[in-house]
């Protein structure tokens, strides 16, 4: 797989289209400063889908292929995304989904209706019956918190969408509250590690706040 090799911030936002890429980026990567010349030949994308890979005893992720969506499925949920009018408050998350090809191409599996329609609250909870914060599309800043969700135990591939995320005002919640609805003046949910969950994660009620804009396909060891 050709990975660009990343020479400064300019080079970065016009090849992975993110003017705060050190926001969004760098401060995510397991609170760790890293210099531009870190990720060496290696997809940013790839480097925060490896480095926030914490959780080992589903098995470690291996022919990774990253996929970046087309400028048109980009741009069209794009206008979405800029449409919001809330506080910016701005992660690159992960979100796992069931996959039945390793391409994003057969127009048939919840990853490719995600490329194509971007995320729909009415599909929340189609591959599971437990919501732990209602309905809502559920994220991970933790890729192997996200792998958790895309378990296909009739294909080979996994398949983790990267998605970058206006969190706005968040509400934290550390015990489950399946008929949690958000008070005034918040616009997700961070579910903090601690009690009920054992990893990160938050929840958006509207499907403008989040921006999929690409996607890793992978096996386990």
Not at 8 to 36: A, D, G, H, K, R
Not at 80 to 97: M, Q, R
Not at 116 to 124: A, D, L, P, Y
């Amino acid at each position: 797989m050709y990975r660009p090799k990343i020479q400064n911030e300019e080079s970065i936002q016009q090849e992975y289209q993110f003017p705060t890429f050190q926001q969004l980026v760098f401060s995510q990567s397991l609170n760790n400063q890293y210099s531009f010349n870190s990720f060496g030949n290696q997809n940013p994308y790839e480097h925060l889908f490896l480095s926030s890979w914490t959780k080992y005893d589903c098995g470690r992720p291996t022919s990774i292929q990253y996929i970046q969506f087309s400028d048109y499925y980009i741009q069209k949920h794009k206008q979405n995304y800029d449409s919001l009018f809330i506080p910016k408050n701005e992660k690159i998350l992960f979100h796992g989904t069931p996959n039945t090809c390793s391409t994003i191409t057969c127009g048939r599996c919840s990853a490719c209706g995600i490329k194509k329609s971007g995320f729909k609250i009415s599909f929340s909870g189609t591959n599971t019956s437990f919501l732990r914060f209602g309905r809502g599309i559920y994220l991970a800043p933790n890729s192997s918190k996200a792998n958790d969700y895309n378990n296909n135990q009739n294909y080979n591939y996994r398949c983790t969408i990267v998605s970058k995320v206006n969190l706005g005002n968040s509400f934290g919640l550390l015990q489950t509250n399946q008929q949690f609805s958000l008070p005034y003046g918040y616009h997700s949910v961070h579910g903090q590690a601690g009690c009920d969950l054992n990893y990160d994660e938050y929840v958006v009620y509207n499907e403008k706040q989040v921006l999929p804009i690409g996607v890793f396909i992978y096996k386990l060891d």
